[in-house]
């Protein structure tokens, strides 16, 4: 499957093993039902098919992206014919233009859109408290990371799936992490730069360059996307105080969903605004704490309190969202839902940002320096590097 | 309004100029109701006027930034008592803690959540189709935008308002339009860089370096948040073909509310999926073609068919939504939507990507030369530049 013929059978470069055959077709109105070896059963709609031609005149075959556009055939668009090939792939012959389309079982196979192959593709994400990251924290040497992409992709699942992982030995000099960095993508930029420092200077723009307790808070949610995971690296924490905080965001939210169903409602539908503001910065966003998609998944809470800007929801709604987000901050509040520790030097933590709320808690200065180094990669790029190495099936 | 003293009374950078006075106050159960001397009514929540005390216990006098946080508060607080100063400060004493806050009106005033004052602070965008923006493209000189803050202000607010301006006269070099994007913040990167050459390659991993006809698009759309700002910087244009096209999203999009009101709801309900794919990276999203906000104003256009994957919503919504998208794409095809010109080296053409969709038509090679050069910026970074501009009063 993964020879170069093989893949220019499709407009991909992932490879599709054949697990499965189809064995029936069945030429319905609007649709070909396609039975296969192992009793599963899939409707594809004809104007389906017909947009999924992999022919050399439907895809470009440098850049594997389609030239053909669907409004260019009719709604109506039917099989004359359809069969299966000796080498089990599917052929239809078109009632328009005489185009004939064939098909790579596996490639079909996966991209059957039954509720039941759609479910076995859905990722869900690892929901923890206290108890269970405090076992199952996941935790990898620098050197694995930056020299086996085995490793590297056992360790970017662990953080997809818990949202937060840890890197141990590491450099304690400033830029070492793009090291780990480099193994996945570019860095997000910000007005704070691209790679940043977290220590205390005289004219703070941010609390975070402050001695102060930070609450538990995702960064840059003033921004319309919110950046995705944040590199985290100590250089040096000699001061007392200064322990870091992680909340499972989404676990808060589930908390929620569960005992709370009304203020989980609140929080997921009315928007708070949020304002990050400098002299010589202004960024404005509006939108809820909690984020959920089309099938009611959280993906996403955004909370800051300290640049949250003022509400300005229509009035019958404002002591609603006042409901719902003092409950939640009191739940990131609960010692149960919190990883409590304290980095030290040539530790990196790793958190997805829009899930994993973080804190810091004062330190004294007068104890002694706590410098961090951090930046930003989003979650495309993430998501991405993992694709990328699991096209190298000896990698699964 | 804008000595330094006047701005620490609120925790804002941006000037709140006083044009209206508060005259008489009620106290209700739940609510402090004032009234202005221009007639209008407030009502502020208790609950939201303690959130938004602005006094240096509640704001760091260095950041502006809340430190106080709304759930250490109860649910119930209420006014004890509330008056007006003699210069015009709305003062609360409340019945928890023996705290005082104190109202500055001008800001106070702004933040009035009622739908009047909500209703006046709402951006609309201008919408256009071929024979509006034909005769008011936005068209700037490059060293007025380099050189004066004020035409900068109105060109970048030109910019937001059609999603589409020109920059005339720059040089025809290799990175000059940092000139211009310097002026408004840095840029977004992503896998094809910071700064990206457009021309064709031997090797071309997408479309746009090849010297095919590129149908309407919009730039990664296979990211989560497409990029907002394009910018294209025309060097050389000695080809024969390769007229740009301009289309307004937008207009596409409400020109189908109006006409195909089903259409509109499948294609801002119903997501489609989109991938980016070479031998390197593997980007995907799932979103729609058409995102409305939570009033239901159109907000963004996700459309690249030649990036789309196959279409994996439930069987009942397929048929649906290629009805609709077959519409949208034919819709875009339509000449009257249709900005058509041809860059001329030294043009710069800048619109709002996730609005505009633009195209190209095929060059001929061995006619001459064609490459532009680009970069991408974020909506977030525009709509801030013009905020920091607005707060110079002088430029409004």
């Known amino acids: 499957m993964s020879s170069p013929d093989a893949n220019l059978e499709i407009a991909s470069f992932t490879p599709?093993?054949?697990?499965?055959?189809?064995?029936?077709?069945?030429?319905?109105?609007?649709?070909?039902?396609?039975?296969?070896?192992?009793?599963?059963?899939?409707?594809?709609?004809?104007l389906?098919?017909?947009?999924?031609?992999?022919?050399?005149k439907c895809i470009s075959t440098a850049t594997r992206e389609q030239t053909f556009e669907i409004c260019d055939v009719p709604f109506t668009i039917k099989a004359s014919n359809a069969y299966i090939t000796d080498d089990h792939r599917i052929v239809i012959e078109w009632d328009h233009e005489g185009h004939v389309s064939k098909y790579h079982p596996g490639w079909l196979l996966s991209h059957c859109y039954s509720k039941e192959v759609q479910q076995s593709h859905q990722?869900?994400?690892?929901?923890?408290?206290?108890?269970?990251?405090?076992?199952?924290?996941?935790?990898?040497?620098?050197?694995?990371?930056?020299?086996?992409?085995?490793?590297?992709?056992?360790?970017?699942?662990?953080?997809?799936?818990?949202?937060?992982?840890?890197?141990?030995?590491?450099?304690?000099?400033?830029?070492?992490?793009?090291?780990?960095?480099?193994?996945?993508?570019?860095?997000?930029?910000?007005?704070?730069?691209?790679?940043?420092?977290?220590?205390?200077?005289?004219?703070?723009?941010?609390?975070?360059?402050?001695?102060?307790r930070l609450p538990l808070h995702t960064d840059l949610s003033a921004r319309e996307l919110q950046p995705g995971l944040q590199f985290l690296h100590c250089l040096v924490n000699d001061a007392s105080g200064g322990e870091s905080i992680f909340v499972d965001g989404f676990k808060i939210a589930e908390y929620m969903r569960e005992h709370h169903p009304e203020?989980?409602?609140d929080l997921s539908t009315i928007p708070m605004?949020?304002?990050?503001?400098d002299p010589y910065c202004d960024y404005r966003y509006r939108g809820t704490v909690i984020a959920t998609d089309s099938n009611d998944e959280v993906i996403e809470v955004r909370h800051a309190n300290f640049i949250r800007g003022p509400i300005d929801v229509p009035p019958h709604q404002t002591m609603a969202l006042y409901k719902a987000y003092q409950l939640f901050i009191l739940l990131t509040r609960e010692p149960k839902f919190q990883l409590f520790f304290?980095?030290?030097?040539?530790?990196?933590?790793?958190?997805?940002?829009?899930?994993?709320?973080?804190?810091?808690?004062?330190?004294?200065l007068k104890s002694g320096m706590r410098q961090l180094q951090g930046c930003y990669i989003d979650r495309d790029e993430l998501l991405s590097r993992i694709r990328i190495l699991e096209r190298n099936t000896e990698l699964n």
């Open 48 to 56: 389906w098919l017909r947009d999924n031609c992999h022919c050399p």
């Open 273 to 277: 605004s949020f304002y990050n503001k």
């Open 342 to 364: 304290r980095l030290t030097a040539g530790e990196m933590v790793v958190f997805d940002n829009r899930r994993v709320l973080h804190a810091r808690n004062a330190f004294d």
């Open 123 to 212: 990722w869900k994400p690892t929901i923890w408290d206290e108890e269970r990251i405090t076992n199952e924290l996941p935790r990898t040497h620098h050197d694995a990371i930056v020299e086996s992409d085995a490793e590297l992709l056992i360790w970017l699942r662990a953080l997809r799936n818990y949202g937060i992982a840890l890197v141990t030995d590491v450099d304690t000099t400033l830029g070492s992490l793009t090291k780990v960095t480099d193994r996945i993508s570019f860095m997000r930029e910000s007005n704070y730069g691209t790679l940043f420092d977290v220590k205390t200077t005289a004219k703070a723009n941010t609390s975070a360059n402050t001695n102060l």
């Open 16 to 46: 599709y093993p054949i697990t499965h055959h189809p064995v029936r077709l069945e030429l319905n109105d609007e649709s070909l039902t396609v039975i296969w070896d192992h009793q599963h059963t899939s409707e594809f709609h004809y």
């Open 263 to 265: 203020e989980f409602r």
